[in-house]
């Protein structure tokens, strides 16, 4: 089975090809992963009093010194698209604290308990129906996570309210959907198995220790609501399922910190829903109906979002540090497709809940963001 970054999620960085069972059958050729949308710890320390540009998966001297270097790893495919066989079964595990990126522990967070406030009350779970605008990323790198789960709570706010519960004993109970791969070169397709992975999710998440009363990494915003941070340290400590089969880049946190790939988020939405989920590229031919690529991409996006389907994309890292991307897109960044409006503008939205980018021209959007989508369908 699959499970979000299980079998080692991480992305192909060196070689040259590779090889993944489908459907528990012979194994089919892969073309290599290209690193994209992968995004590092968030540098809270610009000037701008924004969240900082992201980094990019590839190693920095500053991840370097608080990660000895993990980055540099190089990560077999084959362990990030394993598949079940068959009759795939329901999995049990309690996520209690995650591991922790080693830069965070250097900046002084450690687990807490900021959903119980001053008065001993716990933050409600849900503050009306989830919503994307209680979606906010922290200090780690995960934009692919909360995009996603901002994408969920618009299109299937019941799928968010459905799998994440609070026990009478002060503990959460998360449960995903297992998926399995279907994988056609750079095409990639995930489904529901029809078996769940239940996670026993105890109350404790990371905080700064200058800031016990807020969660460190994703939140609700201005809400209260706990799922959020809830979710997001399931997904985080999701890796105490897999068997001994399963290569692991990293574990809780640092592996989310380590960003994520168009098919990681294909894997979410499926995880979450129980819905098919796929990535795909930008048209970039004619088609026989004469439509233009442009024309095509609008077109499908518009369908798309009509349907209540989520949009998900990322931005290019230029190679050239003074390269700009247009209209204020992030470098190495995650954002949801929220509209396209009368005018073929394309609308995203950041997952730091702030600094959304100017609406896109066809040309903006193509000059800023990878080739490639990822939707429900």
Known sequence: MSELY?????????????????????AEPVEPVEPEDLVGPADLSGDSGEPGEPEPLEPSAREEGAEGGILRRVFDVTSWWSTPGEGAVDRYATVDRPDLPGESLIEGVRYGTPLDGPDGERAPLFDGPPSREQTEQGSIGDCGIISTLGAVAHHFPHAISGCVQEKSDGTYEVTLHQTTSFLYGDWSRFESTGAVTVLTVTPEIPV??????????????????AWVPILEKAIAGVDATWDEARGKPAEGYTRLDLGSFPHHRAELLTQLTGETAYTDDFP?????????????????FR???????????????????????????????????TTVDDRGLIHLRNPHNAAHPQPLTV???????RNRYTTIG
């Open 6 to 26: 299980g079998s080692g999620d991480a992305a192909e960085t060196g070689t040259d090809s590779a090889a993944v069972a489908v459907d528990g059958g012979p």
């Open 208 to 225: 700064r220790s200058d800031m016990p009363h807020v969660p460190a990494y994703g939140s609700s915003g201005a809400s209260d609501a």
């Open 284 to 300: 970039t031919q004619y088609d026989m109906e004469g439509r233009s690529p442009d024309r095509q991409l609008l077109e499908t």
């Open 303 to 337: 369908e798309k979002l009509a349907d209540g389907r989520p949009l998900l994309v990322g931005t290019f890292k230029p190679e050239l540090p003074d390269r700009m991307l247009p209209k204020g897109l992030i470098p190495g960044h995650a954002y949801e497709v």
């Open 363 to 369: 040309s903006e959007f193509r000059a800023g963001i």
